[in-house]
T-cell receptor, first 114, second 116 residues
Framework: QQQVKQSPQSLIVQKGGISIINCAYE??????FPWYQQFPGKGPALLIA?????SEKKEGRFTISFNKSAKQFSLHIMDSQPGDSATYFC?????????????FGTGTRLTVIP | GAGVSQSPSNKVTEKGKDVELRCDPI?????LYWYRQRLGQGLEFLIY????????KSGLPSDRFSAERTGESVSTLTIQRTQQEDSAVYLC??????????????FGPGTRLTVL
């Protein structure tokens, strides 16, 4: 059972364009939503994260939009660059119970064309 | 400081053999996770260790899979009688639940396992 659903599976964007990746979650206990970036041959690395007390978080060209009522969140990459080409994973986690587990989406392979 | 390290980086084995994969977490991180990533797929949770608590083994796919952790340091993931469907990258991550940014998991580079 996939607790976090992610789309699209792959995405091709022209340099300078906006990349948008969407995720939806089921578990209303989730209170932490990170995005991880993974380059080929490397482990995933935290890119940006949000908690449900805010609807948007921006760090440089990366923005998370969060819709608590719809149980959806998305990653927007502005002015996409070829160096952003990677696989992106969203995740949801429940920090309150101390379980500290993250449930990951299936990933989106982003290709930014020069 | 040093990140999460894993060894070996690559492992090729024959079907039916046992393999051991090692993870060295970031020093001081009490939480340690193992994930499996099949080619082109997402991260599949396998097992989670937190301090001296009983590990959460809910993600282990079969009784051929087991993992141990010595205190709050090294962990070993063992796969017995390997099958071809075990071929994947096995990722280890650690985190510091008590620290600032307590949910962030730091991943190692993974071990690519190929079962022939």
């Amino acid at each position: 059972q996939q607790q976090v659903k992610q789309s699209p599976q792959s995405l091709i964007v022209q340099k300078g364009g906006i990349s948008i990746i969407n995720c939806a979650y089921e578990n209303t206990a989730f209170d932490y939503f990170p995005w991880y970036q993974q380059f080929p041959g490397k482990g995933p690395a935290l890119l940006i994260a949000i908690r449900p007390d805010v609807s948007e978080k921006k760090e440089g060209r990366f923005t998370i939009s969060f819709n608590k009522s719809a149980k959806q969140f998305s990653l927007h990459i502005m002015d996409s660059q070829p160096g952003d080409s990677a696989t992106y994973f969203c995740a949801g986690g429940d920090d309150q119970t101390g379980a500290n587990n993250l449930f990951f989406g299936t990933g989106t392979r982003l290709t930014v064309i020069p | 400081g040093a990140g999460v390290s894993q060894s070996p980086s690559n492992k090729v084995t024959e079907k039916g053999k046992d393999v051991e994969l090692r993870c060295d977490p970031i020093s001081g991180h009490t939480a340690l996770y193992w994930y499996r990533q099949r080619l082109g797929q997402g991260l599949e949770f396998l097992i989670y260790f937190q301090g001296n608590s009983a590990p959460d083994k809910s993600g282990l796919p079969s009784d051929r899979f087991s993992a141990e952790r010595t205190g709050e340091s090294v962990s070993t993931l063992t796969i017995q009688r390997t099958q071809q469907e075990d071929s994947a990258v096995y990722l280890c991550a650690s985190s510091d639940p008590e620290g600032r940014g307590n949910n962030e998991q730091f991943f190692g580079p993974g071990t690519r396992l190929t079962v022939l």
